[in-house]
């Protein structure tokens, strides 16, 4: 980005998440809005909760979960008020996950926003996915976050899915209906101006064809559907591999979906870094991505950035971000019990294309995916800033 001549009369704290729960994706984000603010000259300070109990074990589960709580929810308040009452001039708090949204408790006559990654973890506290329970104390935490984001002065959501249900939970006030998409690595954006090579790339871990499945093992990343459109995938393909990026499947999970064959057709690159993960990628011949439901979807334009086709459900927000509709299960899996037979026959379709076809849609995801650049995202929020403190 180029450098604005005039710098903007405000700071901007942002709030980052606390270190120790490891949200790797989180600490991204507010990495790059930093960055991508300090490139247009605007005034840039970073929090994040202090780990002072946590330094005897914070973790994200077990007894470690409780210390980090007295770190986020007791010690946190007050020190970001401190640091708030230290920076000189107009401060506009911006809370990069909404997780955090109990802070806006104390921020009450600070200009306020927060960005909404999804709802799905409140919803399912609210009892709207019964195959994901939610435990006693997990309610206790959503409700707090509930409560947060309705006191917030200003939300934005991160796809047009996420904002459908901060207004349906949150409220209907139009500060709450803002929509700032996520923004790609810029190692992922100059992927547009590199050629298509069908030659190995030097990082990639396998050797090889591949298609690839990338995510956690949430119940709505819909892992087991991944095994099933494989298996059907490989009677017309037989040599195909499966990388996998993430945590293996168990023993069980594998005869829940009679998928035990796939033992050996199963690979999990390990240690893998952002050029790995790129060149895995460029290599692969799909990424399969059925998750039933997202916040957002990252993995999906950094694929197609790379030039990788996706295969996703028609559901939003996976169907804006997949730029291939060709690739998007044209049947509802509540109404077709087979549909990853169908999914996998979509699947093949593209595989089967000619190389012609293949690297003509390569180029057209490419360039749909290069336009969710910082350059591009970083402006919106600089307006909502501006809009912010002229409301306040």
Not at 123 to 143: C, D, I, Y
Not at 230 to 255: H, M, N, W
């Amino acid at each position: 980005m180029q450098q604005p001549p005039l710098s903007h009369p405000y700071t901007v704290l942002l709030v980052g998440n606390y270190e120790p729960d490891r949200q790797r994706s989180m600490l991204r984000y507010a990495q790059q809005l930093s960055e991508g603010l300090q490139s247009l000259n605007v005034n840039v300070e970073c929090f994040q909760p202090p780990v002072v109990v946590g330094k005897f074990g914070a973790s994200p589960s077990g007894i470690g979960k409780w210390l980090g709580y007295i770190d986020k929810f007791i010690l946190t308040p007050i020190s970001l008020k401190k640091r708030i009452r230290q920076i000189k001039g107009l401060v506009i708090v911006h809370i990069c996950d909404h997780s955090n949204a109990p802070y806006t408790k104390w921020l009450s006559s600070d200009p306020h926003l927060i960005t909404c990654h999804d709802m799905l973890a409140v919803r399912s506290a609210l009892g709207e996915f019964p195959q994901n329970k939610t435990s006693w104390t997990g309610q206790q935490l959503q409700a707090m976050i509930l409560r947060g984001l309705k006191r917030c002065h200003c939300i934005t959501s991160v796809s047009s899915a996420t904002r459908d249900d901060v207004i349906r939970l949150v409220g209907n006030d139009n500060s709450l209906k803002h929509t700032i998409p996520n923004a790609l690595d810029d190692s992922f954006i100059q992927e547009e101006n590199q050629p298509q090579s069908s030659s190995p790339v030097e990082k990639c871990p396998v050797d090889s064809r591949y298609v690839m499945h990338i995510g956690s093992d949430s119940w709505y990343k819909n892992r087991g559907s991944v095994l099933r459109i494989f298996s059907k995938l490989i009677e017309d393909q037989p040599a195909l591999k499966l990388v996998i990026i993430g945590s293996e499947y168990s023993d069980d999970v594998l005869r829940e979906n009679q998928c035990e064959h796939l033992g050996d057709k199963l690979v999990y690159p390990k240690n893998v870094d952002d050029e790995t993960l790129r060149s895995i990628y460029q290599q692969a011949e799909l990424l399969l991505f059925p998750s039933w439901i997202e916040g957002f979807g990252w993995p999906i334009l950094e694929a197609q950035a790379c030039g990788c086709a996706v295969f996703t459900l028609d559901q939003a927000p996976m169907n804006e971000l997949n730029a291939i509709p060709s690739l998007r299960l044209q049947h509802s899996p509540e109404e077709t019990p087979q549909w990853e037979n169908l999914a996998a026959a979509q699947c093949l379709e593209y595989m089967n294309s000619s190389e012609q076809v293949q690297n003509e849609l390569k180029n057209t995801i490419k360039a749909f995916a290069a336009t969710f650049s910082l350059e591009l995202i970083i402006p919106q929020y600089i307006q909502l800033y501006e809009t912010l403190l002229k409301s306040e």
